[in-house]
């Protein structure tokens, strides 16, 4: 017997055993929801949240439920059950292990407890509106097993209710006027929209938030009621907005902020310190010396001002400052009230812990690319947190990694490795001009970077790269990040090359152009717009947009010294390039409160070489295809245009860079199991020559074979996201690839070639 054959015979034996033997008299196996039937009024139609609200009150899940059908279909083979039937317990060894790895105990129907759920489902549609909504079940019996049954649910929804009038406060006091014109303001509370507890409970919590913000620190949602009265006018509601009659005095109150004082502890228990008391504009500082401190860093952080209202926001965006400094491992803010007669006033004590200043991180991998390349690889990091005192930022990380290149007629043909040291000290403050506009709220970075590397590629080359440069983050508002760097140099070298490298290079000269020794001054900005435009995070956009210039400056100051022809600086050419790219990105949660999202992200950048260079850097030009692009192909596989390297070329890649990228990518994502999360997607883009190159025919940019030109691939992923971190694996499938493979069809792609697998870190967009 073939093993096929006897696996099928296995699971119809399997399939066939009583999975309710041990069940003992009067209990039933439950096996799932036959029927969920929702009767709407006439003309009336549930909301979409509230009918996924009532779905999710009977999703329990019977016994080996089918993934995404769950509660309605069960898969066929119920091997947990038939464990537990026919296993005994006490077995050990490798039977008992076993059994423990697969038993799965019965989901009754006593367990499932149809009669309290028929009475969720009425209160929900109560709280919603829908008075006199009428649930109920029946438990339908197998028929050819009476221990195994399946429940059917029927609610008939009533009609729903509407605001028809609403009662506010007598407005005879200062606080009465400040809640009546807060609740006025509400969009919810209108005549005509439907009852709803809920939007109810938004709105107290709405109106607390806001006096909290405004000096009633005590004030809290449960000392505003809304009494509903559905007798008045038939078939609505009529709402009266009151006062808790337990509201304590001491909510009514609107306190001032007293005296700040900062207290600074140090990590060592055994020696606190001596105190030593600063005072500044933002309150007293007692520090706990000896401490490495700049006295003008923390008030800087400390958003309280002595006789101003008291405002929750500022608790909240001193806990946020203080804790992005990176120095402190606790911070405690604590209002003390120290007046509460006629002048109510509030001191903030506010409680700091040093961390640990120097921070240590090794990590080892084993990466397994997206361009077949596979090897294990090494990050050590130090970091100082607060290297002068003053929240300074000191990273040095070294990096090596060892890669070979796997799959057919490839293995071992292009190992290589990588290593590097990369610095960089960070400011948590502008060190520029004060007339760049910046947001107060949040901590601005400066920061400078030198860094090295070597890669080297024994059948090709071995490369080094240097650079240094400073860089400027700030915000000017909560949702715009501004990046400025007004000098950046990086300096790449080609120390060796082979033979094969060489010719390579010889029969392209665009490409050889692009690898040579040179230096590359660059000023770039970047501005990014994050935001969820609403409280419930529905609909979200990220904008960003790159701008870079190279050797600009350096040409205009040659150009005053005379020089003409080629620049160059220390003896080596230096590029001389602009580039522009810009990315968005859209998210749409589907359903509210789940984590099923659709993302969407379109992607164009340009770049072109002028002046001192006729082509730009390789390291600066766009490409297509691997793990956070086109999931279909392999990194450098697509493009320029219609292009492609000839099948003897194994390094083809070489070629395979543009200096114009368009890119669209959509994707469905949703929660499987736990952390699991799976996706679907589509990707389509490619990269093109704005120059001519007559060595890679196609390549050129142009209108007329520009849609043909876009490569297109569809796949699967799952994703282990454990908050994070989130690991990837990508299962790619061509649709169309822009060169010619001689098939006549738009879908050209083979099956047994259109598969390309990604394991990476993060979310690809």
């Not at 509370?189 to 409970?201: A, I, N, P, Q, T």
């Not at 006096?211 to 509903?228: D, S, V």
Request: glycine share 8%; aromatic share 12%.
């Amino acid at each position: 017997m073939t093993l096929l054959p006897a696996a099928l015979l296995a699971l119809l034996i399997l399939a066939a055993c009583s999975t309710t033997r041990r069940l003992q008299d009067g209990s039933v196996l439950y096996t799932g929801v036959s029927k969920f039937d929702v009767k709407a009024p006439q003309g009336e139609k549930l909301p979409s949240e509230m009918l996924s609200n009532l779905k999710g009150i009977i999703d329990v899940k019977p016994n080996n439920p089918m993934p995404f059908m769950s509660p309605y279909v069960r898969t066929p083979f119920p091997v947990g059950l038939w464990v537990y039937n026919n296993w005994n317990d006490s077995a050990k060894g490798l039977k008992g292990w076993l059994y423990r790895k697969l038993v799965s105990e019965p989901v009754l129907v006593s367990d499932v407890k149809p009669q309290i759920r028929v009475q969720m489902l009425e209160s929900v549609l109560e709280k919603n509106g829908y008075f006199g909504s009428k649930a109920s079940y029946e438990v339908a019996y197998d028929k050819r097993n009476k221990k195994k049954a399946r429940i059917n649910y029927t609610v008939d929804v009533g009609k729903p209710y509407l605001i028809d009038s609403l009662i506010y406060l007598p407005d005879s006091t200062r606080i009465e006027h400040f809640i009546d014109s807060m609740a006025m303001r509400d969009p919810y509370l209108v005549k005509g929209e439907r009852f709803c507890v809920d939007s109810l409970e938004r709105v107290r919590v709405t109106i607390a938030n806001r006096m909290r913000n405004r000096g009633y620190y005590y004030f809290r949602p449960e000392y505003i009621e809304f009494l509903a009265d559905s007798l008045i006018t038939p078939g609505a509601v009529a709402l009266k907005l009151t006062i808790a009659k337990n509201t304590p005095e001491i909510a009514m109150k609107k306190f001032t902020v007293g005296n700040v004082t900062t207290y600074v502890m140090r990590r060592s228990k055994r020696n606190p310190g001596t105190p030593d008391t600063l005072e500044t504009d933002r309150g007293r500082i007692i520090v706990m010396r000896p401490s490495r401190l700049r006295p003008n860093m923390l008030p800087s952080c400390i958003t309280f001002r002595k006789g101003r209202v008291f405002n929750v926001r500022q608790m909240d965006n001193t806990q946020t400052r203080l804790a992005r400094l990176g120095i402190f491992g606790s911070i405690n803010i604590q209002p003390v009230p120290v007046d509460t007669g006629k002048n109510p006033t509030l001191d903030v004590n506010i409680f700091t812990q040093f961390n640990r200043p120097i921070e240590a991180s090794l990590e080892v991998n084993v990466a397994s690319k997206s361009n077949s390349y596979l090897g294990p690889g090494l990050v050590l990091g130090l970091t100082h947190h607060n290297l002068f005192g003053g929240a300074e930022k000191l990273n040095v990380q070294f990096n090596a990694s060892y890669e070979w290149q796997t799959g057919r007629g490839r293995s071992s043909i292009f190992n290589s490795y990588e290593f590097g040291l990369n610095t960089s000290l960070a400011f948590p403050r502008l060190l520029a001009p004060g007339f760049i506009r910046r947001s107060k709220r949040d901590i601005n970075w400066t920061t400078v970077n030198l860094g090295a590397n070597i890669l080297n590629r024994p059948k090709y080359f071995k490369m080094a790269e240097f650079n240094t440069g400073i860089e400027y983050q700030w915000r000017t508002s909560r949702n715009v990040t501004q990046t400025f760097t007004p000098f950046r140099l990086g300096y790449s070298k080609l120390i060796s090359t082979t033979h094969d490298f060489d010719s390579i290079m010889a029969q392209n000269p665009a490409i050889a152009l692009s690898f040579q020794n040179q230096f590359i001054p660059e000023m770039s900005y970047t501005y990014t717009y994050d935001r969820f435009f609403e409280r419930d995070r529905i609909n979200g956009i990220n904008f960003n947009l790159q701008l870079t210039e190279a050797g600009n400056i350096f040409d205009g100051i040659w150009r005053l010294t005379g020089v003409k022809g080629t620049k160059k600086l220390f003896g080596t050419p230096f590029s001389q390039f602009a580039k522009a790219q810009a990315q968005l990105v859209y998210s749409r949660r589907l359903v509210r409160g789940s984590e099923q999202w659709l993302v969407s992200r379109v992607l164009i950048g340009g770049a072109w070489a002028y002046g001192n260079s006729r082509e730009v850097p390789y390291k600066e030009q766009f490409y297509v295809g691997g793990a956070n692009s086109i999931r279909a192909f392999t990194v450098r596989s697509i493009g320029p245009g219609s292009y492609r390297a000839p099948a003897s070329q194994v390094n083809g890649y070489f070629d395979q860079t543009g200096t114009f990228k368009l890119e669209a990518n959509v994707e469905y994502r949703f929660p499987i199991v736990s952390i699991l999360h799976g996706a679907v997607f589509l990707d389509a883009g490619n990269v093109w020559l704005l120059k001519k190159d007559d060595l890679r025919p196609g390549g050129l940019l142009q209108g007329k074979t520009f849609l043909r030109d876009i490569a297109l691939g569809t796949g699967v992923g799952l994703r282990v996201d454990m908050g994070m971190i989130v690991i990837r694996g990508d299962l790619g499938y061509g649709l169309h690839t822009p060169y010619s493979n001689g098939t006549p069809h738009y879908f050209n792609v083979a099956f047994r070639d259109a598969f390309a697998f990604h394991l990476a870190i993060g979310y690809p967009f």
